[in-house]
């Protein structure tokens, strides 16, 4: 094939432009629309020490520990949970604190969920966050099925976007369901890209979940891609109803271990915003009269 000279070119290009209207010369310059549309946010810029927005979220506090022998009390107090400059900031603190469960706890931090606020199926879950690093910290940013109280965990299903335990340049995604949780669930650890850390700046973690088919982000990384062919046999994919929204700060547990001398507080979990996509419904077929 012999190549057209660039003045040739350049001719068929202005030719093309004059032969187009302004808008359909518009339209060719602009991006295809995204495929995903937001049906649910919370940006977090209420006012500077102000809680989190309660039509959206409701704080889960106490010491219970969680099943994963957690050390802190979670509290509703803006000493842990607070909007500040537009970020939601969960804090843990390093204090002795007894809460109205009546459990002495040497740690305090938060937890909030979505929970009777809002749920959905399938679509783009993603976060903002500007993670903590130490020893016994462990935040993450999570999904469980709305049916937990009803059809208990790990029945009704966990999808764990984010978990950290304290490292700088790891993290890790998650399914836990019946017959796959606990230190059973369907893990992958992600190391960053060289020269990224989870504490030194915020990045964006999400999941794009469709009907079996879930994968997990970290900016434009894609970390781990699952269906239910990954599932142990004879177990059940259980992602196929309205799942809601956590984020917490978990101190100490049998996963990341317990705070020790290295470990500096008050710690804290930055969340810029979360956003909740759906996908777009493809436009409607004109017929021709």
Known sequence: MIAEPPSHILHKLLCLALLLSPVEAARAQQPAPSKWQLTWSDEFNGPSGSSPDPAKWS??????????????????????????????????????????????????????????????????????????????????FWLLGNDIETNHWPNCGEIDILETIGATDTMYSTLHGPGYSGAHGISAKFTLPPGETVNSGFHTYAVEWS???????????????????????????????????????????????????????????????????????????????
């Open 59 to 140: 704080f889960e506090t106490g010491g219970s520990g969680h099943g994963n022998d957690e050390q802190e009390t979670y509290t509703d107090r803006p000493a842990n949970v607070e909007q500040q400059h537009g970020n939601l900031v969960i804090t843990a603190r390093s204090e002795d604190f007894t809460g109205k469960d009546g459990i002495p706890r040497h740690y305090t931090s938060g937890r909030i969920r979505t929970l009777g606020h809002f749920s959905q199926a399938y679509g783009r879950f993603e976060a903002r966050i500007k993670l903590p690093i130490g020893k016994g910290t462990w935040p993450a």
């Open 211 to 289: 009907p079996n088919d879930i994968k997990f982000y970290f900016d434009k990384h894609l970390v781990a891609h699952r269906t239910p062919a990954d599932l142990p046999p004879g177990t059940k994919w259980v992602y196929d109803h309205p799942f809601f929204i956590i984020l917490n700060l978990a101190v100490g547990g049998r996963w990341p271990g317990n705070p020790d001398a290295t470990t500096v507080f008050p710690q804290t979990m930055l969340v810029d915003y979360v956003r909740v996509y759906s996908l777009q419904s493809p436009p409607a077929k004109q017929v021709e009269p």
